[in-house]
């Protein structure tokens, strides 16, 4: 498969959604920042740099200052695929993000989808 495509999307063009999603479900702006925060490592600054700068996902995660080591337990299927045995590197972090923001919207505590 040829996620290409999705590399190049600008993480700009994909963000609006994010929120949209977080907040029509009740959810705010502030805590999906926090989820991208945790996975990443990224601050509020170095966010809306990327945001700015139109960043693609590609760059948005080969930058990122740390992906969290308790990524593994992020588990279940997204997109039609199990997070956890998806093996392209890249395509598994987007689809880690999906997995957070779904859970986010879905009403879940943030204890629980920052697997503390």
Not at 8 to 27: L, N, T
Not at 88 to 110: C, F, P, S, T
Request: net charge neutral; proline share 3%; charged share 30%.
């Amino acid at each position: 498969m040829d996620n290409t495509r999705v590399y190049k999307m600008s993480f700009a063009s994909v963000y609006p959604h994010y929120i949209q999603k977080a907040e029509k479900k009740g959810r705010t702006k502030e805590e999906l920042d926090e989820i991208i925060f945790w996975l990443t490592g990224y601050d509020k600054q170095s966010l809306q740099q990327l945001i700015d700068n139109k960043t693609n996902f590609e760059t948005f995660f080969a930058q990122a200052p740390q992906i969290n080591p308790n990524v593994s337990k992020i588990t279940g299927v997204i997109c039609g695929y199990r997070v956890e045995e998806i093996e392209d590197q890249l395509m598994q972090k987007i689809r880690y993000l999906d997995k957070l923001v779904d859970e986010l919207a879905k009403g879940k505590d943030m204890e629980k989808i920052l697997r503390k």
